[in-house]
C-alpha cells in the first residue's frame, strides 16, 4: 500500500516567487492536512481538507492557500515568498473523519534566497 | 504560554530505562496524539487518545481529561527510540466542532547504549 506522496522534495526559490507543494493522500483517505515545521515555531497547523472542503484554517497570512481535488490529492500555494517560509512542509491524510490517526508524508524542505 | 505544553524539552536515558514524556494542555480538546519524528523529518503517528490507555508494544499512553495531562512512557528503552516525541491536541471550536491541531514543542529524547 503505498503511502502519502509530496512533491517535490526539496525546492529552492527566490524572495516574491509562488510556489505549489503537491501531496497524494494514501488509496481510500478522503482527509488532507498541512504543516509548517521550522526551528524556531516547531510544527504548526496551515490547513484541513475533507472531500473537497477546507473544514480548518490555522493562523497563517493569505499568501498561503490550498485545495483538494476529486481524487483527494491536494495542493498548497504561497504567493510572494518571503524567507521565513524557508520550512519543512508536511502533508497528512487519515481516512474519513478528523478523529481518526494520521499518516504523514515525507515533506516537502522548502529553501526561500 | 504555550496552550500544548511539553516536558522535558531534552531527555538523555540510558538503554533500558523507563522513560516518561509529559503533555499538558489549557484548551478543550477532542482528541490528542503522539508523534514521533526521526532524523530526517519523517513523521509516524504513535497513538491517539481520547480517553484512558493505549498500549502498542514498549510503548504506553495515558491521558486524563479532567487534569488535561498526559503522558507517553516508553519501556525498555532502546537506542532506536531516539528521536523527537511532539503531543499535538485536536481543539475544539466554539459550539462543538473539531478544529485545529496544536502542537507541543517536542521531547528530543537520546538513549544511549
Known amino acids: 500500500k503505498a503511502g502519502v506522496t509530496q512533491t517535490p522534495r526539496y525546492l529552492i526559490k527566490t524572495r516574491g516567487q509562488q510556489v505549489t507543494l503537491s501531496c497524494s493522500p494514501i488509496?481510500?483517505?478522503?482527509?488532507v492536512s498541512w504543516y509548517q515545521q521550522t526551528p524556531g515555531q516547531g510544527l504548526q497547523f496551515l490547513f484541513e481538507y475533507f472531500s473537497e472542503t477546507q473544514r480548518n484554517k490555522g493562523n497563517f497570512p493569505g499568501r498561503f492557500s490550498g485545495r483538494q481535488f476529486s481524487n483527494s490529492r491536494s495542493e498548497m500555494n504561497v504567493s510572494t515568498l518571503e524567507l521565513g517560509d524557508s520550512a519543512l512542509y508536511l502533508c497528512a491524510s487519515s481516512p474519513q473523519s478528523l478523529a481518526t490517526g494520521y499518516t504523514f508524508g515525507s515533506g516537502t524542505r522548502l529553501t526561500v534566497v | 504560554k504555550n496552550e500544548v505544553e511539553q516536558s522535558p524539552q531534552n531527555l538523555t536515558a540510558q538503554e533500558g530505562e523507563f522513560i516518561t514524556i509529559n503533555c499538558s494542555y489549557s484548551?478543550?480538546?477532542?482528541?490528542l496524539h503522539w508523534l514521533q519524528q526521526h532524523p530526517g523529518g519523517g513523521i509516524v503517528s504513535l497513538f491517539m487518545?481520547?480517553?484512558g490507555k493505549k498500549k502498542h508494544g514498549r510503548l504506553i499512553a495515558t491521558i486524563n481529561i479532567q487534569e488535561k495531562h498526559s503522558s507517553l512512557h516508553i519501556t525498555a528503552s532502546h537506542p532506536r527510540d531516539s528521536a523527537v516525541y511532539i503531543c499535538a491536541v485536536r481543539s475544539v471550536n466554539y459550539g462543538g466542532s473539531q478544529g485545529n491541531l496544536i502542537f507541543g514543542k517536542g521531547t528530543k529524547l537520546s538513549v544511549k547504549p
Open positions: 487518545l481520547s480517553s
Open positions: 484548551v478543550g480538546i477532542s482528541a
Open positions: 488509496s481510500g483517505h478522503r482527509s
